[in-house]
């Protein structure tokens, strides 16, 4: 049997085709390897999750320190918004891995949604930092020093529960102990705001730290928002 040179080359184009979709030519000349690239996912999301979770520890570590010495906040404001800068790169990283893997081991969206949520945490750490400075804060108070505390204690289920993200029963373990902590931090919020009335303070230290405990409680709050969508992934992915 003879065969003319189109049905040849017709022949041999749907065999590199076929052996390209299945990702079996591993000797396949480069362009064939690349498609076969396309297809293995990104793991490096996990890497930038860790990295924006170590992000909220270290910024939260910071904030606590500040409360507790507001007389060096200027100083440790700046490192918190180093901290801060870092983690938008981190975002910008993941926002480019979104844009250009062929496929990712999350859902975009849901990937698109944690990486935004890990990153309000470190806006709002800074944003409760820099209103310190602003005001001009120079005397600590309990109530910032223990809701930064929390925010401390939160970061560290929060970096937990980014290294079981698609185990469902231990994510849900570090929810309820999220949950915990928010409720704490409210418990925390309305006793520092009643403690500006319980004496004649003056109008304008009530306004400064009514703000600031403002600030805390929702950069508190955020971290209940971060467990919620690590949450719906390991429902998703378990």
Known sequence: MTFSLHQIR??????EAESRCVGEDVGAPLHQQGSVKLFSKDE??????????VHIGEAATLLRTLFENPANA???????KKVETDGDAIVHLINQRIDTSFVTP??????????KRLDNVIDLING????VVMFRVTTA???GVQMADVLVRCGKEILASVGEITKRQRMME?????????EEGDVLYAQAVGALFDHDEPAIEVLKWKEIFDAL???????????????????KNS
């Open 128 to 131: 409760a930092s820099r209103r």
């Open 174 to 182: 570090h929810g309820r102990a999220i949950k915990a902590l928010e």
């Open 217 to 235: 409680e929702e950069a508190i709050d955020e971290c209940e928002d971060v467990s919620n969508a690590l949450e719906s992934i390991a429902l």
């Open 74 to 80: 200027a100083q440790i404001s700046v490192q918190i």
């Open 10 to 15: 017709v022949q041999t184009d749907k065999s």
């Open 106 to 115: 999350l859902d975009r969206e849901d990937i698109h949604v944690l990486a």
């Open 141 to 143: 108070r309990d109530g």
């Open 44 to 53: 490096t999301f996990f890497d930038h999750f860790r990295g924006l979770a």
